[in-house]
Every structure is written in structure tokens, then in C-alpha cells.
């Protein structure tokens, strides 16, 4: 598929487009986006190496995240460079509630506990690759031209997460279990957050106006 195909199957796969308020506020905070990018861009990595160790005897799983890890630390020294070339210092924040609060909703058992970590990185990338199309028109050409080269890889992680849950589980299993997933998702984003981050909500200006 091409980037218009994958981006348009992402968006219908997640079920809601990210509030323009948060692309307002990351307009607002472009220092902290491009920090807090590249966390996600290392907690991607991260999160890959850890399935990795904990589930050895997957072989495809392995191949697949390996591949997966290697893009997501090529995508963080390509976000830290555009710090630096932007004299962006990188300092610590605090983590968004987002992926935290997602995989809270993992089951605890195996397999079911592999699956739903699974699904749940498929939710994240495709998040990730919606709202860096969703960045992309409103930034300056350098930045917004980087995001729109990450769609691809972006779009092909989510579909990696999902195929491989439904390998280790079945169709039928993910069909069912990804509405109450994707149901949660929609909360998280639509909801307001007091700190803009990467995957926050709507600022909290705006639950003030309703």
C-alpha cells in the first residue's frame, strides 16, 4: 500500500481523529513536542526489546521486533539532530498518562496477557502515525516534511502488532477484543490532560468551556 493507503486504514481503524484543540496545543509547545517525540520514539524501542526477551520462543515475534526496535532508535537520533540543529535542550518530563493507562487493561494471564500488549502497541503506532499526519500540514517544511516520512514505517508497525497478535491468538479473538481497547483509546484522547504531551488529550481550556 502507499502512505494514503496506510494512513487511511490507520484512521479507520482507530475510532477517532485527534481533536484539532491538541494539534492547536502542540503548535503552542513545539519544544516539548519534539522532546517528548523522542521519548515515545525510545519507549517504542523499549517496549519491542522487552517483548523480545520475555517471549524467546517466538521466533517470528523476534524478527519482526527486532526490525521494529532498529527503525524507532533510527527515528529517535533523527528527532535528537533536529533538536540539536534547533538548540532544543533535552530535559526530562514526566510521562504522558496515555500508554500507561492502556496497558493497564491487560489481562494478566498468558496467552491473553501477549495479545492485549500487542493490540495495545498497534493502538499506540497508529496513533502516533494519525497524529503525525495530522502535524504535518501545520508545521514548518523541514519538521513537517520529517513527520511525513515516518508514516510508512509508522503504519507498517501497527500493522506488524496486529498480525502478530493475530497469529499467537486468532482473528476471531482480536475482532473481539479490540473494540473494548479502542473504546478506552477514544477516552484517553478525548479527554482533557493538564500537560501537553505527544499522546495527552485536549488541553483543559476547553473542558472549562463546555
Known amino acids: 500500500m502507499n502512505a494514503a493507503a496506510d494512513l487511511a486504514a490507520i484512521q479507520s481503524f482507530l475510532p477517532c481523529p485527534t481533536p484539532h484543540a491538541w494539534v492547536e496545543w502542540a503548535l503552542l509547545n513545539p519544544e516539548t513536542l519534539l522532546i ?6 525510545k ?7 522487552n517483548l523480545m526477551y520475555r517471549y524467546v520462543d ?10 521494529l526496535a532498529r527503525e524507532e532508535l533510527r527515528h529517535f537520533e533523527q528527532v535528537i539532530a533536529i533538536m540539536r540543529a534547533r538548540k532544543v535542550e533535552y530535559r526530562q518530563l514526566s510521562a504522558a498518562r496515555y500508554a500507561g493507562a492502556l496497558r493497564e487493561q491487560v489481562r494478566t494471564h498468558e496467552p491473553a496477557r501477549l ?7 498497534a493502538i499506540i503506532e ?9 502535524l504535518a500540514p ?14 510508512k514505517s509508522e503504519a507498517r508497525h501497527f500493522t506488524d502488532y496486529l498480525k502478530l497478535a493475530e497469529e499467537i491468538s486468532s482473528k476471531q479473538e482480536v475482532t473481539a477484543r479490540l473494540p473494548k481497547l479502542l473504546e478506552y483509546e477514544s477516552v484517553l484522547i478525548e ?3 493538564t500537560e501537553f ?14
Open 36 to 41: 517528548d517525540h523522542a521519548n515515545c520514539e
Open 43 to 49: 519507549k517504542a524501542a523499549s517496549t519491542a526489546l
Open 58 to 67: 517466538h521466533y517470528k515475534l523476534l524478527q519482526k521486533l527486532s526490525r
Open 115 to 121: 495479545v492485549d500488549t500487542l493490540l495495545v502497541g
Open 126 to 134: 497508529a496513533r502516533s502515525c494519525e497524529r503525525f499526519a495530522a
Open 138 to 151: 501545520e508545521l514548518d517544511s523541514e519538521l513537517g516534511d520529517f513527520y511525513r516520512s515516518l508514516l
Open 191 to 193: 479527554r482533557p490532560d
Open 197 to 210: 504531551r505527544f499522546h495527552s488529550g485536549v488541553p483543559p481550556v476547553i473542558s472549562q468551556r463546555r
